[in-house]
């Protein structure tokens, strides 16, 4: 079956530290693979996705996540977190094998301190 | 801006009562999804429509129902509203049927006293 973890509920960093949120998946074949953000009372904005090629895929705001078919993990990371990043991020895989659904982990809340 | 419109954005509705949550999706996307968000269940896929068709159905209770207009704006029906219900309602869109890239609206927060 299908699925996403997001083994973390919930991390706090340093504003200007590093920043990694894991991220595992359960899919049977090459899987499309997608970051979303959500700030308060928004809706979810996509980061970055993978569906082929390169495995390090640039998104916006300066993130960038690494798609390791091996370890079954797309790590959403940015080398210097701001302020704003704060917010909650998910983690997603979908694809042909899914019947066109998207599977959503539950999510990582990010807080920043100054 | 996603170009997914939602309405209304709050509703505060009583138990037994049914509302009707309406989604416009971006210009040219066929599909629309609807997805549940609380605090307990995290994300949940509710439904899909594609092009007026549904396409999947996920963890969507007998009470609820929704469909695809022909101008392919989508509308949820909540009904027999129970308190468990509160939650955000997501409508999402894309252009095909396959798990391409989502675009999501602002939700609509539904709150059952």
């Known amino acids: 079956a299908q699925s996403v973890t997001q083994p973390d509920i919930h991390i706090t960093v340093s504003e200007g530290a590093s920043l990694e949120l894991r991220c595992n998946y359960s899919?049977?074949?090459?899987?499309?693979l997608f970051w979303y953000v959500q700030s308060p009372g928004q809706g979810l904005q996509l980061l970055l996705k993978?569906?082929?090629?390169?495995?390090l895929v640039q998104g916006i705001k300066g993130f960038e996540a690494e798609f390791k078919r091996s370890q079954s993990s797309f790590n959403l990371r940015k080398p210097s977190v701001h302020w704003s990043d704060a917010a909650e991020y998910f983690c997603?895989?979908?694809?042909?094998?899914?019947?066109?659904?998207?599977?959503f982990g539950t999510g990582t809340s990010l807080t920043v301190i100054p | 801006d996603s170009g997914v419109t939602q309405t209304p954005k709050h509703l505060i509705t009583a138990t037994g009562q049914r509302v009707t949550l309406r989604c416009s999706p971006r210009?040219?996307?066929?599909?629309v999804y609807w997805y549940q968000q609380s605090l307990d269940q995290g994300l949940q896929f509710l439904i899909q429509?594609?092009?007026?068709?549904?396409?999947a159905k996920g963890n969507i209770l007998e009470r609820f129902s929704a469909q695809q207009f022909p101008d392919l704006h989508s509308e949820l029906n909540l009904s027999s509203l129970e308190l468990g219900d509160s939650a955000l309602y997501f409508c999402?869109?894309?252009?095909?049927?396959?798990?391409?890239?989502?675009?999501f609206g602002e939700g609509s927060r539904l709150t059952v006293l």
């Open positions: 210009s040219g996307d066929l599909s």
């Open positions: 993978y569906f082929s090629g390169d495995t």
């Open positions: 999402a869109s894309s252009a095909g049927t396959g798990a391409g890239e989502l675009f």
């Open positions: 997603a895989v979908g694809g042909v094998d899914t019947g066109n659904q998207f599977y």
């Open positions: 429509y594609y092009n007026g068709e549904e396409r």
């Open positions: 899919y049977g074949a090459t899987p499309y």
